[in-house]
């Protein structure tokens, strides 16, 4: 007998060699759109594509595993890709992104609105919110130092991303791939 518990996060029961080697396909890709250069103006402020793939991977494993591949990556990013500094709180923002982009996309119509709601909530508790606050931890800065060239910064990729990402999901070639490979 199969128990198959699907829940609203995914299911528990089982990970078969099929999951892993998707959520492997979708960290290479995720690594790829990260070595796509940002668009950076002064040191603090810099846009890169890099949601995209954490948002597609969202989208096919779902809030557990999106969470998972989200950490994973953000491993991988600090060990090997970018080697820097490790700080556990920007790991918590990495898996929070992730959840929050597979609560999104995960078995959901990428509508507009949907798409905007979820880039504002990433973009204002985790983006302004969170990583300002490790920021200030880590770099012993004022956080009104930090905090308005980040507000002006988020509220372009507010716009930037929920475009972006609207325009990826609603290509008939990504739905397609996203139905075929959904865990």
Not at 85 to 113: D, N
Not at 158 to 182: D, G, H
């Amino acid at each position: 007998m199969e128990y198959n518990r699907t829940n609203r996060l995914g299911k528990l029961d089982h990970f078969r060699a099929r999951h892993l080697t998707i959520m492997a396909l979708l960290l290479a890709m995720r690594i790829l759109l990260s070595f796509i250069p940002a668009f950076k103006v002064g040191n603090i402020i810099q846009m890169g594509f890099g949601f995209v793939g954490t948002a597609f991977a969202g989208a096919i494993l779902g809030p557990l595993y999106g969470t998972v591949f989200a950490v994973l990556y953000d491993l991988l990013d600090i060990l090997i890709i970018h080697p820097g500094p490790f700080f556990l709180g920007f790991t918590l923002s990495a898996a929070l992104g992730g959840f929050l982009y597979a609560k999104c996309f995960w078995r959901q119509e990428p509508t507009l609105l949907r798409i905007f709601i979820y880039v504002a909530i990433v973009t204002v508790f985790i983006n302004i919110g969170l990583n300002s606050l490790w920021l200030t931890i880590l770099y012993d800065k004022a956080w009104v130092a930090l905090i308005m060239p980040r507000l002006v910064k988020n509220a372009v990729s507010l716009i930037l991303n929920t475009a972006i990402l609207y325009l990826v999901f609603k290509q008939k070639s990504v739905q397609r791939f996203i139905r075929k490979y959904q865990f």
